[in-house]
């Protein structure tokens, strides 16, 4: 299974999809989503979920900071602000919900804001062979425990986004 997006460029995400760009959501999370394709999913995949997360993310705060969770999808690709514009799109609730946002709010897309320097960011897609029956707001380890023994396969891409000056 392949994942493509623009926004991944040369090891980077591109600003616009972060604290750098122009586009602010509930708390002041970053709220610009960014587009995505996904191709050569395996045979029997029913639907597919999105967790992008910061690894880094472990020494400022103490966990792995989730910037965007999605469940349940059924097509092959998500267009650029597709958190905000897509009515359809089942989002859990990302970690901004830790910073004072509540979970209707921090149930979208929230982009990159590294706090101390610059941070590798991670996008994991998973095939499943089920469509998950979560609903908005969904934790990931909600989505963990219903997705186990149901991945099929998991694609991913990496990019650094740095704090802004």
Known sequence: MIVESVAFADGKIADKYGSKGTEFGAGGM???SFP???SEAPAGTASYAIVFDDPD???PCGFRWVHWLVAGLKKNHLEEDASRLDAGLIQGANSW???GTDRKGASAYGGPAP???P???VLTVMALDFEPALKS???LEDLNRV???HILAKATLKGVYSPKE
């Open 30 to 32: 970053p709220a610009l």
């Open 36 to 38: 995505l394709k996904i």
């Open 57 to 59: 993310s472990v020494p």
């Open 97 to 99: 919900m830790d910073r």
């Open 115 to 117: 706090p101390d320097r």
């Open 119 to 121: 941070h590798e960011y």
């Open 137 to 139: 707001g969904f934790t």
């Open 147 to 149: 997705s186990k023994g």
